[in-house]
């Protein structure tokens, strides 16, 4: 029900945006977002948007990753600017209904590689 799609590999210094389509049950009354995890750590927080379009940033992206929202295609984006080698993971996109937060959802997981 979420399905994420453009990562890759970038030089350091370099951009990526990625994309997570939602369906099925997912709708505005959920929280969409983006978590990462590197080999070896915890997931953790990249940033969270809520239908209205308020946001949260995790503090290692802040200023450089832009989190959005096309409620019209239960769609979210997530610009990332001024890579850098630690930004390196996988990204996982998340929908938490902001009510039921039992309800969560993860994508599958892209892969984010930053070359130095």
């Known amino acids: 029900q979420l399905v994420e799609s453009g990562g890759g590999l970038v030089q350091s210094g370099g951009s990526l945006t990625l994309s997570c389509a939602a369906s099925?049950?997912?709708?505005?009354?959920?929280?969409l977002g983006w978590y990462r995890q590197a080999p070896g750590k915890e997931r953790e927080l990249v940033a969270l948007?809520?239908?209205?379009?308020?946001?949260n940033y995790g503090d290692p992206v802040k200023g450089r990753f832009t989190i959005s929202r096309d409620n019209s295609k239960n769609t979210v984006y997530l610009q990332m600017n001024s890579l850098k080698p630690e930004d390196t993971a996988v990204y996982y996109c998340?929908?938490?209904?902001?009510?039921?937060?039992?309800?969560?959802?993860w994508g599958q997981g892209t892969q984010v590689t930053v070359s130095s």
């Open positions: 948007i809520t239908s209205g379009l308020m946001t």
């Open positions: 099925g049950r997912i709708s505005g009354q959920y929280k």
């Open positions: 998340n929908a938490r209904h902001m009510v039921f937060t039992d309800a969560v959802y």
